[in-house]
C-alpha cells in the first residue's frame, strides 16, 4: 500500500517537471523569421555519432587495456554522482542492435571512435596487440558496411591509454606521437580497405583544456597556463605525423581522407560598433577553433595567441613564451595536413573584452582577455553551458571558410542534451534545435562554405564525462538503470529522419506535418519508458518522500501510544 502511494505522489512532480523542461525552451525567440526552406547538394551525407568510452562499456572485457578514462571515473569525487562508464549502453555487445537504430534513422553513415586501449592495451604496438580489440572493430565496421552504412572513424576520444599516463605524463610528453603513429597505421592497415573517413582527433581542445588546464576531464592534471599549450603542441604534431603516415603509405591504395575534428563554440562581439568587442571575439575564436585549425591550414599559431601568451608570459616573469614554438621545419611539415576539416559545434557566446592582471597566474583563460557571456533569452534546455543559438552556427561555419581557404568540411558533431530528471521522449527542444542548426548550415552552405557532411550528436543518451549520466544528448533514450540498457527511440527519431530523407527542408507544409507526426509517434511510444523511468526515480522518491512519511508514522504512532497509555492508566 505504501508503495502505491509513493508512486502515486511522485508522478505529479515528474509531470510537473517535464512541463517546466519544454516551457524552458523558448525557441520561437531565437527564430526570427527567417527560415531558409530547399535542399542540400546532392551527395550530401546525413550521420550519427558516437564515441566508444561513451557507449561500450566492457572496460575490462576481451583484453581491453585500462583507460586514463576508466582510472579517472574510478576514483571517487571526479564524476557527477561517482558515475563510471564501466558498463555505459553496453554497446560492445549491442553493435547489430545499434546499427538496427541507425538504418531506422536513415543515415548514411556513422561516426564512432576505436578505444587506443581496446587494440593496444599499453599503448604500445610492439608491447602488445589485442587480437580480440581488432575483432570487435572490424566486426563492427563489416556490420555497419552489411547494412549500407559507411563508417566514420576517429582514432582518439579521449580515451589514452593509461600506461602512456603513467610512463610518459600522457600528452606532455613528446614520446606520445611515434606510439600513436604506429597505433594509426596498425588501423589503417587492418581497416584501411574498407574505412574510408578517419578522423586523427575529436575534440583537441577538450583533451588538452579539460585535461591539463582545468583537471575537470582525465587524466585530471592542473597545470595552468602551460599544460594545455603543451598537450595541444604535441596532438598537432601527432595529427600531421599520421596524416603523412597515410599520405605517403596508404593513400595511394586505399583512396581514404584523413582530417581532425575540431570543436569550437561561436563567439559574437557583444557591441558589434566595438572595436575592443569585435577583436576580443575574434581572439576568442581564435583561442578555440584556430589554435589547432591554423597551424593545420596556415602552418602556425594564431598571431593573436602568440601575441597575447608572449606578452603575458613576459610580465609575469618567464624569459620564454609558454605557448610552445614550432620550428621552420615543422611549420612547413603541419601545413596542409587536414583532408577535410571536422567541426564539431554546440553553442555561442557573446564576448566583451576584459583585461586580466598578469599578477594573477598563468592561466589559458586570462590569457585571452575577454569575458564570456549569454543572452538569457537563448533557450537553453540541458546542459548549462549549451544554450541554443542556430545563427551562431553559420557565422563559424563562414568563419573557417574564409579563415582556411575555403575547406572541405564535415559537421563532426551537433546536438542538443535535456536535463537528468525529465524522461521525456517528446523532445521538442531536440527537435527544434536540430531544425534551427541544420537550416544555419543550410545558409552557410549558400554562402558558399564546402560542408559535404553533418552528424548528429548522439545516437545514444550516454556517459557525459564528468557530468556522468546527467545529461542525455540521444536520438534514443538509455534506461541506464536496467541492466540490459534498454533504448527507446524519442520523437527526434521521426523528425531527424524526415531531413534526411528530403535532404532539407522542402517547404514550410512538409516541415510542418514532419513535426506534428514526430510528436504523435513518442505520445504512442512514451507508455513503456514510463513505467521504467518511475522505477529508476524510486532511490529519489524514497530520499524525499519516506523520510517524510516515517516521520508522520512515528508521530501518529506517538499520538496512539500516549492515548493507549493514558486509556490503560
Ligand atoms: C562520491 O564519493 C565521495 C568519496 O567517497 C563521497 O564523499 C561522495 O558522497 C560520493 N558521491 C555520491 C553522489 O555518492
Ligand atoms: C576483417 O574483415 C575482413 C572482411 O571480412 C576480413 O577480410 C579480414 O580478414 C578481417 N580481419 C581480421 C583481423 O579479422
Ligand atoms: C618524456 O618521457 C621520457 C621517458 O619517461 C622522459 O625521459 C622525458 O624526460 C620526458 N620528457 C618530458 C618533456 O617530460
Redesign the pocket.
Known amino acids: 500500500v505504501m508503495k502505491t502511494n509513493v508512486l502515486r505522489v511522485w508522478y505529479v512532480p515528474v509531470l510537473v517537471l517535464c512541463l517546466n523542461a519544454a516551457e524552458d525552451f523558448q525557441w520561437t525567440k531565437n527564430n526570427p523569421g527567417s527560415f531558409y526552406y530547399g535542399t542540400f547538394p546532392a551527395g550530401f551525407l546525413w550521420g550519427a555519432g558516437s564515441s566508444a568510452y561513451q557507449t561500450e562499456g566492457a572496460w575490462e572485457e576481451d583484453g581491453k587495456g585500462p583507460s586514463i578514462w576508466d582510472v579517472f571515473t574510478h576514483k571517487k569525487g571526479k564524476v557527477y554522482k561517482n558515475d563510471t562508464a564501466d558498463s555505459a549502453c553496453e554497446s560492445y555487445y549491442r553493435v547489430k542492435d545499434d546499427i538496427q537504430l541507425l538504418k531506422d534513422l536513415k543515415v548514411h553513415y556513422y561516426l564512432l571512435s576505436i578505444s587506443w586501449p581496446r587494440i593496444l592495451p599499453t599503448g604500445i604496438k610492439t608491447e602488445e596487440v589485442n587480437e580480440m580489440g581488432i575483432q570487435f572493430y572490424n566486426d563492427t565496421i563489416n556490420s555497419l558496411l552489411d547494412n549500407n552504412i559507411i563508417p566514420f572513424v576517429s582514432l582518439y576520444h579521449w580515451d589514452l591509454p593509461q600506461a602512456l599516463q603513467e610512463?610518459?605524463?600522457g600528452w606532455?610528453?613528446?614520446?606520445l606521437i611515434n606510439y600513436f603513429n604506429d597505433y594509426a597505421n596498425l588501423c589503417f592497415e587492418t581497416f584501411g580497405d574498407r574505412v574510408k573517413y578517419w578522423i586523427t582527433f575529436s575534440n583537441p581542445w577538450a583533451v588538452a583544456e579539460e585535461g591539463y588546464e582545468t583537471g575537470k576531464h582525465a587524466p585530471g592534471l592542473k597545470l595552468s597556463g602551460t599544460g594545455a599549450y603543451k598537450a595541444a603542441h604535441h596532438i598537432i604534431k601527432t595529427h600531421a605525423k599520421v596524416w603523412h603516415s597515410y599520405d605517403k603509405t596508404w593513400r595511394r591504395e586505399q583512396q581514404g581522407m584523413v582530417g581532425i575534428s575540431l570543436t569550437s563554440a561561436w563567439g559574437e562581439p557583444m557591441d558589434l560598433s566595438n572595436q575592443d568587442d569585435i577583436d576580443a571575439a575574434e581572439r576568442y575564436v581564435q583561442f578555440y577553433l584556430g589554435w589547432f585549425a591554423n597551424p593545420i591550414y596556415r602552418g602556425d599559431y594564431p598571431e593573436v595567441m602568440k601575441e597575447y601568451i608572449g606578452r603575458k608570459s613576459a610580465q609575469q616573469g618567464l624569459g620564454l613564451t609558454r605557448l610552445p614554438i614550432f620550428s621552420a621545419q615543422e611549420k612547413s611539415y603541419i601545413k596542409g595536413t587536414s583532408d577535410f576539416l571536422g567541426i564539431g559545434h554546440f553553442t555561442t557566446r557573446y564576448i566583451t573584452r576584459k583585461n586580466y592582471p598578469s599578477v594573477q597566474g598563468p592561466s589559458y583563460y586570462t590569457d585571452r582577455d575577454l569575458q564570456e557571456l549569454v543572452d538569457p533569452k537563448w533557450p537553453n534546455p540541458g546542459s548549462k553551458w549549451l544554450y541554443s543559438v542556430p545563427w551562431g552556427f553559420r557565422r563559424l561555419l563562414n568563419f573557417a571558410k574564409t579563415h582556411y581557404g575555403n575547406p572541405l568540411i564535415y559537421v563532426t558533431e551537433n546536438g542538443v542534451s535535456e536535463k537528468i530528471y525529465c524522461i521525456q521522449l517528446c523532445d521538442e527542444w531536440r527537435m527544434e534545435y536540430l531544425k534551427g542548426y541544420i537550416n544555419e548550415m543550410l545558409k552557410a552552405i549558400n554562402d558558399g562554405v564546402n560542408v559535404n557532411g553533418y552528424t548528429a550528436w548522439s545516437l545514444l543518451d550516454k556517459f557525459e564525462w564528468n557530468k556522468g549520466f546527467s545529461e542525455r544528448f540521444g536520438f534514443y533514450h538509455v534506461d541506464f538503470q536496467n541492466k540490459n540498457k534498454p533504448r527507446h527511440p524519442k520523437a527526434s527519431v521521426q523528425y531527424y529522419k524526415k531531413i534526411v530523407s528530403a535532404n532539407g527542408f522542402p517547404n514550410l507544409r512538409q516541415v510542418e506535418s514532419w513535426y506534428y507526426k514526430a510528436l504523435e509517434t513518442c505520445s504512442t511510444t512514451n507508455q513503456p519508458v514510463s513505467e521504467d523511468s518511475l522505477t529508476t526515480h524510486m532511490e529519489m522518491v524514497t530520499e524525499i518522500v519516506v523520510p517524510i512519511a516515517f516521520t508522520l508514522c512515528i508521530l501518529i504512532s506517538a499520538v496512539l501510544l500516549a492515548i493507549f497509555l493514558q486509556k490503560c492508566n
Open positions: 610512463k610518459y605524463g606532455q610528453n613528446a614520446s
